[in-house]
Structures are given as C-alpha cells and as structure tokens.
C-alpha cells in the first residue's frame, strides 16, 4: 500500500522583529534555543549573526534562513524577519509565538528528508512572490474558512524555496568547476533581480571581491557598471512582461525589483522612448 502523502501544515506564521537590549551584542550572552519544530524564516532586515550547531552564519537582509527539530540556535544583533513554522509529523494545533515554548516536544524528523534540498542559509530569486505569500499566510493560516487557500499558498511557497535552493546548489557547483567571478555576479543578478534591495555589496559579497575591485573588474569586463547591467536585465522583462502579459503596470514594476512605480515608468520611458502604456498599446495595435 502507499503511503500518503507528507503534507506540511502550519503551526505558527508571522512577523518577528529582535532588538538587542546589550550593547556589546555578544552572542556568548545569549542562551541557546533548541529548535522543535521545523523553521523556514526570511530576513528582511539587519545583520543577524546566527550560530547553528555550532556553525557561525553571517546572515545579510533578504535571505532564507532553515532549521530542523532538534538543532540549537542562538542569535545576535537587530533584526526583523517572517517566521513560518511547520510541522511534518504530529498533532500539534497552531499557536502564536510557539518558538517561545521552551517545553514543547521535539519533533520527529523521521520524515525530515522532505525538505533534503533546501539550505541551512541562501538567498532567494523569487524575492516579491515569497515575500507575498509570507505576509499571505500569516493572515490567514489560523482561519479554518481559509484552509484551502492556506494549503495552496504553502504549496506555492515550498515550490519556489525548494527551485531557488536547488538553484543555489547548482551556482555553487559552478563557482567550484571554474565559473568566472563576472560570470557569476552576472549569473546571480538574472536570478535576483527582483529584489528590489539587491546592492553593490551583495553582488560583490557573493563573488568574494571589494566592492570597487567589482567595480572596476566588472565594467573592463562587459563595459558597464553593474547597475547599468543590472537595469538592463530588469528593463528586459519588464518588456516581456508588457508585450506578452495583462498585468497592471505597478505589478510589473515589483516584479522587475522597482518599489516605485514612477520611477519605474521614467526608466521605461528613457530606453525605449516612451512609457509602458504607450509601448503596450502600440503592441497590440501592430498586432491586430
């Protein structure tokens, strides 16, 4: 007989935000916190210095941060984050703030190979759409009338964490066969960018370099800086989004990693002569 399908479900979902009340944010002074369930939180913000059994994490903003039932955690600095937690096996119900429970039963990780591919520490490139469907679930994963649509947005969720991690992996693997430096910030901003947030220092972080070595390096290499590169792969899709899609135009801008729509319109407007309303309608009507 088969068995059935393993089926996260919730136990907690919501918006954390930690100041630190020492002045020396020294994680030494922080106690240990052992992880009971499992624990999929994203980074909005800060410097989080993270140690997980025993390995020191250097968390920057707008990452995942993964955890398994039983592992020990301790953190420093300030920073606020979207925690989810779930649960594989067991008959625990949801329960604001239930990582505060320091009695709680360990969960069983009997099944823990469901979430195999996803990385202790990464940056993912569906940055907008994970980040939604965060802010989604914390409202309605407690409502019994929003199940289903909880469940479909946790699938949806899951599928672009588990595709980003598995991305990750295959970056890395290219870094370690001989990947160029270029070749690979390159690589890392068609993946990400749309994070809105993503800077200079992340790119060059990612590649191990100076921010003004990048630079330099960068614009000997493609003759651009990397912010003109990195506009260029947003105006890209978000030309494809306006040729081949119905989306509303502020949806388009979030998706190609603008904050503001306004501003996305003017850099619109300045490569390709006129603003994404004007372009979509000319499309259209030189395709009738």
Not at 57 to 74: A, E, L, R
């Amino acid at each position: 007989m088969n068995e059935k399908p393993i089926k996260p479900t919730i136990l907690d979902c919501g918006y954390f935000k930690f100041e630190s009340s020492s002045n020396q944010h020294s994680i030494e002074n922080l106690g240990r916190r052992i992880v009971r369930d499992y624990e999929i939180d994203f980074n909005i913000s800060g410097n989080r210095v993270m140690i997980l059994d025993g390995i020191k994490y250097d968390i920057m903003p707008n990452t995942i941060v993964f955890k398994y039932p039983g592992q020990t955690v301790q953190s420093t600095e300030n920073f606020d984050m979207y925690t989810l937690t779930l649960q594989l096996i067991g008959s625990k119900k949801p329960q604001k703030n239930i990582r505060q429970n320091d009695y709680g039963e360990i969960q069983s990780t009997e099944k823990g190979d469901y979430f195999s591919y996803l990385l202790p520490y990464f940056s993912p490139m569906h940055y907008n759409e994970i980040v939604s469907d965060y802010i989604k679930l914390s409202k309605i994963y407690s409502v019994p009338e929003q199940y289903r649509e909880c469940e479909q947005t946790l699938d949806h969720l899951l599928f672009l964490l588990f595709a980003d991690a598995i991305a990750e992996k295959q970056r890395k693997k290219k870094q370690k066969n001989g990947t160029t430096n270029m070749e690979a910030a390159i690589e890392y901003m068609e993946e990400h960018y749309q994070n809105s947030k993503l800077s200079l220092k992340d790119i060059a972080k990612f590649v191990n370099v100076s921010e003004s070595y990048f630079v330099r390096l960068f614009k000997t290499e493609t003759g651009s800086t990397p912010k003109e590169y990195l506009n260029s792969i947003r105006m890209r899709q978000a030309k494809w989004h306006v040729t081949y899609t119905t989306d509303p135009i502020y949806t388009i801008s979030y998706l190609c990693g603008f904050e503001n729509p306004q501003y996305f319109i003017s850099k619109f407007k300045a490569m390709y002569g006129m603003t994404p309303q004007a372009y979509r309608k000319k499309v259209v009507n030189h395709s009738k």
